[in-house]
């Protein structure tokens, strides 16, 4: 596709989201919660469940077909590889990762899908890609997305890549983002369909992230939990449902996992899983146990010496998970036992049933240890 090709859908794409933003009949948001913010009111059970028995499976459109996962994606982050991948997919009972695209070869990206096996993961990609790479990541057997992955991803500069992934006869399974409004879902979402993608996700949240300092340097961003209901709202009203949402970085809890999850098809994150998963160089190790790890954003000074542009830094977290497994565990437990708190037995039916309340500053304080 030509310039001028491209530049005509990313007006049309506009074009279609503002006449959506224009009818769009809901009052805009002033104020902007997060999950700190909020809890989920409990109601009763009708049904005699165990916890153990509600379905925590949500179904995603991959390049290959249907996949019904636990919706929890690892972030691209290049201290989460390949032994990350294995572990978060615990042999189909666990989550999906999606591969870091920063710093690494073409080559590498194709070894750590290669190593992942025989967990299903998704990869990174930036907007320049060459098309050979492409084609030889998408004839890997365990590939089920490819996650456009930028600070700004409602943003023209994705069509070519865009189009060269449709062009390799992809329909489904493709990850853009992330966004970080209705205006942003939005013009994202045409870009999609003008690229003529069938089933396809967003994924959302611009500066919630652990080591992300875009909302300190920049001044943009609004909290994730609000941003979440907003956009949620907003593609149910506009009939946008070929798009699922994953809501991305910010969860410091299971908690906080299932807040998301309300509100979001999938959940992606990197602080959470801190764990014996990462990468060895990131372990921080005393007498052969495992202490802490070491996170620092894709776009800090630290991963490929970047000078400009900082959105990123650093920090030394205390492991508390042994691996990522253990991680999912919790985060199954967690979400099993909310939606027992709404009477659901599955996740359609608990986020139907949610609704949720702000909480006073004492209210915060008293649900924590005191
Ligand atoms: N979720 C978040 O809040 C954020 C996440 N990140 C993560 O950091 C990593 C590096 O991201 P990124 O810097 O985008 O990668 P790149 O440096 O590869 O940038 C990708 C493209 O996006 C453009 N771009 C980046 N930021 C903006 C912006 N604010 N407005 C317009 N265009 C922009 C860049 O153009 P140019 O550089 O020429 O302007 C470049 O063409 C990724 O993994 C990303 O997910 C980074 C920041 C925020
Ligand atoms: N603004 C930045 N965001 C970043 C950077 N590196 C990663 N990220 C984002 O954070 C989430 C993970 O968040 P967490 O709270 O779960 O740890 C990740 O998926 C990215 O979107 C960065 O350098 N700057």
Known sequence: MNTQTLDQMSLEALEHARAAIASYPYPRLETYYTFADKTIIPTF???PISRSQVEVRQRFYTVRGTL??????????????????????????GGIHVLPRVGLSDAQRIQDVKASAPALVGVALGIHEEVAFLGELLEQPNLAFVSIDIAHGANAAVLPVLEKI???????????GNVGSIEGFAYAYWLMKLSGFKHF??????????????????????????????????????????????????????????????????????????????EDEVLIKKDGHLEGVLLFGMASSLVTEKRN?????SQ???AFHKDAREAVSRLREGLQSAMTYVNATNLNEFRGNVRFVLNSAAAITEAGVH
Not at 202 to 226: A, D, H
């Open 166 to 176: 449709r062009a390799q006869g992809v329909e489904s399974g493709v990850i853009l």
């Open 316 to 318: 030394t977290l205390k």
């Open 201 to 278: 996700v967003i994924k959302v949240g611009v500066g919630p992230g652990s080591v992300c300092t875009t909302r300190i340097n920049t001044g943009v961003g609004v909290g994730q939990l609000s941003l979440l209901e907003e956009i949620w709202q907003f593609r149910n009203h506009c009939g946008y449902t070929d798009a699922q949402i994953i809501s991305d970085g910010g969860v410091n809890s299971s908690g906080d996992f299932v807040k998301a999850l309300t509100r979001a098809e999938g959940v992606m994150m990197g602080k959470f899983f801190a764990s014996g998963s990462f």
């Open 45 to 47: 059970l009708t049904r």
């Open 68 to 93: 019904d996962a636990f919706p929890a994606f690892g972030a691209s982050m290049s201290m989460m590889r390949s032994r990350f991948a294995r572990d978060v997919w615990d042999e189909g009972h």
């Open 309 to 313: 542009y900082i959105e990123g830094s």
